[in-house]
């Protein structure tokens, strides 16, 4: 086979629009592993998350992207590297949100830290650890997983960064008045120690430590199993997958993606809505 492993992601990726992953989407995996390629989930989400995903749909014995790259777990679903913000960078990043109006979260480990609720972190449990009930999730170990889950309130996030010195992996921004392109740049000229991209068509910002990215840790993988980048293929469909997808041998947009992504990537396949996933496998690596 041409290429030996295959970086996909989650939302918009391989989950459909209902939070489920086709069967088709699994069989080809399966396929694709059995003829000695490996398959590593990279994706924004947590942990736990990218865990309950993988186990699944039977993705074991392989290591996890998760948090965009922030975190790495291994084979056996265990923390290997972890990438943090500096505190010093994260009070700047809080004042500066503040000051302009922005709604942010934090991500300490799987426990999201909120300064009040609102609609973008409600559910935030639930959409974590979807059910995945006809993807084949149990319900016992559904729970489980969702008991390993937190939302935190945290009413002054200055005396916390302070007083707990938390380890933080990841942020996520949120507005409903289109200005997240605008801000994205602002943060990049007044808080140092990030890099900011969207999974969202910036509806959201998602943020990670300086030189973290999915293309980044990707590489980082590709030197601890030795396999030559030009022998990876990733898939994803934003602007958070545009890095991993240039960096990548083959760079396989999904048809959901937008423009700019596709423009970017070697090959598009179906949408999330058509087991695009699938269709890719099945036509350039299998």
Not at 87 to 112: N, P
Not at 267 to 278: H, L, R
């Amino acid at each position: 086979m041409a290429y030996k492993l295959l970086a996909t992601d989650l939302d918009g990726t391989l989950l459909n629009e209902n939070r489920e992953i086709d069967r088709e989407n699994i069989q080809a995996i399966h396929d694709f592993r059995q003829k000695g390629g490996r398959v590593v989930i990279c994706s924004g989400r947590s942990p736990l998350s990218t865990r309950w995903i993988a186990n699944t749909i039977g993705l074991k014995g392989e290591p996890i992207i998760a948090y965009n790259g922030a975190i790495i777990l291994d084979e056996n679903g265990e923390i290997s590297e972890q990438a943090v913000f500096e505190h010093e960078h994260l009070l700047s990043f809080w004042e500066l949100c503040e000051g302009e109006g922005f709604y942010a979260h934090f991500y300490e480990g799987d426990t999201l830290l909120v300064p009040k609720e609102t609609k973008w972190n409600k559910n935030w449990i639930e959409n974590n650890i979807p059910s995945l009930e006809k993807t084949g999730g149990r319900a016992v170990d559904l729970e489980k997983f969702r008991g390993q889950c937190q939302v935190k309130m945290v009413d002054d996030f200055y005396r916390y960064i302070k007083s707990n010195q938390p380890d933080i992996t990841k942020i996520a921004v949120f507005d409903e008045e289109g200005r997240l392109a605008d801000f994205s740049k602002v943060i990049g000229a007044q808080v140092g120690g990030m890099e900011v991209s969207s999974s969202l068509n910036f509806l959201n910002l998602e943020i990670s430590p300086s030189g973290v990215s999915k293309a980044s840790t990707l590489l980082k993988l590709s030197e601890k199993y030795d396999i030559p980048i030009s022998q990876i293929a990733a898939i994803g469909d934003n602007y958070n997958d545009s890095l991993m997808l240039t960096t990548a041998g083959l760079g396989i947009a999904m048809g959901n993606a937008p423009d700019e992504v596709k423009a970017l990537a070697d090959q598009v396949t179906g949408s999330n809505q058509e087991a695009g996933v699938a269709q890719a496998i099945r036509r350039y690596l299998i």
